[in-house]
């Protein structure tokens, strides 16, 4: 594990003795209202609610919670970290949500089963390994590669990210992916001018 990923288990390490102490998930890294937006792309969007939903780097596993109960029953999780996945268990438990599959894995080398999913969801994974100081470019596509497999043809691809601007991440998955439409995300003001803090797009694969 490089630094990062060890700061990383870390996090979720605190967060699991915070959740068997008091119950609760812990920081959820993008917000609510990522997490809405989300749901509300593929309620709008009319996706069957049996699709095939791979959330790449699931954390405390809080948004295939919200999506179970939207109704979704074909929910994959995944995280590299164990502490994360043992923090989804709990959460998952807590819940009552036995729809809800969850697993170690590392994306970047992943196993055959990981593929067939119509749906891949990533809030802040892409952005971490972009953050890897070890070969990040490397690592970047390793991760469209993944994803390639991962992911149906004409399968959707949701990423919510706070490093990359639109026209960034449209050049990083150029590679066997179209966009769709980019969902509108908060505007931040500053020193006079108007950014994105959050760039949401839906990609689909070719």
Known sequence: LSPLDSSWDAAYERDLQTFQDIGDAGEIWFGEESMARIIRWLEK????????????????????TELAKSGYRNLTGIDYSPSAIQLSEKVREKEGMSDIKLKVEDFLAPTAE?????????????????????????????????????????????????????????????????????????????????????????????
């Open 114 to 206: 990981l593929a067939g999913f119509e749906i891949c969801i990533d809030k802040g994974t892409f952005d971490a390994i972009s953050l890897n100081p070890d070969n990040a470019v490397g690592k970047r596509k390793q991760y469209v590669r993944s994803l390639c497999s991962a992911l149906k043809p004409e399968g959707f691809f949701l990423i919510t990210s706070c490093n990359w601007t639109k026209e960034e991440l449209l050049k990083e998955f150029r590679e066997g992916f179209e966009i769709l439409e980019e969902l509108p995300t908060p505007k931040f003001c500053f020193g006079g001018r108007i950014g994105n803090s959050v760039t949401a797009l839906v990609f689909q694969r070719k």
């Open 45 to 64: 969007q009319k996706v069957p609610l049996d699709s095939p939903v791979l959330d790449i780097g699931t954390g405390n596993g809080v948004l295939l």
